[in-house]
């Protein structure tokens, strides 16, 4: 009997350990998925993704959650939008004016990745102990500033990470030609522009889902907000609230999951056309 080489006996039970890994998470996911749409489906009607909730929204099944959609809105926008503005200058100083290799570059990487991984309820508390030291009191500008705090570390590990996939050499060649560190910076935003959207977009989806950082900070009104003063719904708090409740509570609560499911699906698959799209055409 020819014997088996313990190399492939080894590859072999690796192969088997790595398809039931994978078979695993993806059991996972769909075992939410499916609960999600299989609960939300049933209870989710057009008046709830259209109306604010009526006068008896607290004890009965009386209007939609249309705040609170329009409220997770009015967070993240903003939020993505001053947490770009940050996130994209720090990581091309850090990859193009500073290089790779430099002592400060390493510093700000370690300060971010601490930042990256505390949990998004310290930067509430953060939030909140700051608001009542200047007197601001919870709103939908209490939420942006959050919901920025808490983007800022992700876009950019991601935009640095995505950053070396350039190389020195393009670096230095753009250098050899005599081109200024702007004209470089040109060549490089070419690069990684397609991976910094998806980078956003992917930030966005968690910072929308998120409900404990702006469990302090945004509030919570049964009214769209008309200003950044004024208290805000936010899909996730509005899960948090109504799965604690009795019937029919429960059931707004899987049509919140749900509507909330749906759109950071919406902003993956938005961040990975808009990433092959504009890797197709070398923008």
Not at 237 to 265: D, H, K, Q
């Amino acid at each position: 009997m020819k014997k088996i080489p313990a190399k492939y006996i080894e590859e072999r039970v690796m192969r088997v350990l790595m398809v039931a890994s994978a078979l695993l998470v993806l059991a996972v996911v769909v075992s939410i998925i499916l609960t999600i749409v299989l609960k939300g489906i049933r209870f989710l009607s057009w008046d709830m993704v259209s109306k604010v909730p009526g006068k008896d929204w607290n004890i009965a099944d009386d209007g939609g959650f249309l705040n609170a959609i329009l409220g997770s809105l009015m967070v993240v926008v903003p939020a993505m939008i001053l947490a770009a503005a940050v996130s994209i200058p720090v990581v091309f100083y850090m990859n193009l004016y500073l290089r790779r290799s430099h002592p400060l570059s390493y510093a700000a990487r370690l300060a971010f990745d601490v930042l990256y991984g505390i949990p998004s309820i310290v930067y509430g508390a953060f939030a909140f102990t700051i608001m009542v030291l200047v007197g601001m009191r919870a709103s939908l500008l209490g939420g942006i500033i959050v919901s920025t705090l808490l983007m800022i570390p992700m876009m950019v590990r991601s935009g640095d990470e995505i950053s070396k996939s350039v190389p020195d050499e393009m670096i230095d060649a753009s250098y050899s030609l005599g081109a200024t560190k702007w004209e470089t910076l040109k060549v490089v935003i070419r690069q990684v522009l397609p991976g910094m959207i998806t980078a956003a977009l992917l930030a966005v989806g968690k910072a929308i889902g998120d409900a404990a950082a702006v469990m302090f900070t945004a509030g919570f009104s049964d009214a769209v907000p008309q200003s950044l003063s004024d208290p805000t719904a936010t899909l996730p708090l509005a899960i948090f609230n109504w799965i604690i409740m009795p019937e029919p509570f429960p059931g707004r609560c899987y049509s919140a999951a749900l509507v909330l499911t749906i759109i950071v699906l919406l902003l993956s698959l938005s961040g990975r056309w808009l990433g092959r799209r504009f890797t197709k055409n070398n923008i």
